[in-house]
């Protein structure tokens, strides 16, 4: 049986044992991306936040769990629905926010936006918002880790959409014939733009894209952070072994449309509701908590509280912030 059919079969990673404060940990960070979404929200509404504005709300499990799987100098590249990811990585909500706006505060000076924000202290190589565009940039800095022998991981993100583009499976060659410490992170949340999986893939099982390339692959429960957490770090350990690539498929679900623009009409308020209620990975967690006696909902509430005046302040942040000098416009080009 080849390597990768058979781990695409091989059991799930087992859950680790839940630990107050990790779990406590994960609870603060899923819902500080899931407040900071519903105020960019506001904010788009608002005539605010300009161009495209890509909510990650009800996805948020994926990217904190994989966070808690990597180490220090670990690289995490991802697409357009980046938020999320910026602020797992532990960029200031109030640069992200500013950047959002158009702000000189931004990560980007106010030139980059919702898509095009980075930083380099955090190991954040930014959203790309060509689709498709960051997975052979991924597969370039786990080329590099390799060659310079360094230990690292890089967490390169897609969707289900960006899963049927040329350059993925290009990506997939390369990373393994040269066994590049990759991990391929699809964010499969069923409808890319607005086309269901089933409508778009012939395969539609998307861990075992990477079969004929003999890249090892599991499907997660991505609105489970736990399962996320595991999965990641079975997959981390795999490419920091030098095994070569692994390809993870998270399912997961968002709440919102594709983008701020996306009226959703795909799909019906009945199903959406029904993975809010129950399917949260928010909610999951907070019953967890809750169940094993670990905090009460007063504790739970403070949190919430504090987390809403941290947006806040990124909100003001992000309004009072000046835009940028024109003189930007002839920075960071090159000649």
């Known amino acids: 049986m080849a390597k990768a059919e058979a781990a695409s079969r091989a059991a799930p990673a087992p ?3 839940i630990i107050k404060e990790e779990l406590i940990r994960f609870y603060r960070e899923m819902l500080l991306i899931r407040r900071f979404e519903e105020k960019a929200g506001q904010l788009y509404g608002m005539g605010l936040i300009g161009g495209f504005c890509h909510l990650y709300i009800g996805q948020e499990a994926v990217v904190v769990g994989m966070q808690s799987a990597i180490g220090e100098g670990d690289q995490v590249i991802t697409a357009y629905r980046d938020h999320g990811h910026m602020l797992a990585c532990g960029m ?5 926010m500013a950047e959002l706006t158009g702000r ?7 030139k980059g936006g919702s898509m095009h924000m980075f930083s380099r202290e ?3 190589f930014g959203g790309h918002g060509i689709v498709g565009a960051q997975v052979p940039l991924g597969t370039g800095l786990a080329f590099a880790n390799k060659y310079r ?3 690292r991981v890089c967490l390169t993100y897609f969707g289900d959409g960006a899963a049927n583009q040329g350059q993925v499976y290009e990506s997939f060659n390369m990373a393994e014939l040269w066994k590049l410490p990759v991990v391929y992170v699809i964010e499969n949340n069923q409808y890319a733009m607005g086309t269901s999986v089933s409508r778009s893939s012939a395969e539609t099982h998307l861990h075992k894209r990477g079969s004929s390339f003999n890249i090892p692959g599991e499907e ?9 957490k595991a999965a990641g770090e079975k997959a981390v350990k795999w490419c920091r072994e030098g095994k070569g690539p692994f390809i993870l ?3 997961t679900y968002r709440y919102r449309g594709h983008s701020m623009s996306d009226p959703a009409k795909y799909r019906t308020r009945e199903e959406v509701d029904q993975v809010r209620e129950k399917h949260d990975p928010i909610d999951h967690v907070r019953q967890v908590l809750l169940d094993a006696k670990m905090t009460s909902e007063d504790e739970l509430k403070e949190i919430d509280k504090e987390l809403r005046a941290v947006v806040s302040h990124a909100a003001e942040f992000a309004q009072t ?7 930007e416009l002839w920075t960071d080009i090159v000649h």
Do not use: I
């Open 220 to 228: 997660v429960d991505g609105m489970d952070v736990m399962a996320v």
């Open 249 to 251: 498929e998270m399912k």
């Open 321 to 327: 912030s000046p835009e940028p000098d024109v003189a």
């Open 149 to 151: 022998g360094n230990d």
């Open 15 to 17: 859950k680790p044992k």
């Open 104 to 110: 000189s505060g931004g990560y980007s000076r106010g």
């Open 92 to 96: 200031d909500p109030a640069g992200v």
């Open 122 to 124: 955090k190991n954040f």
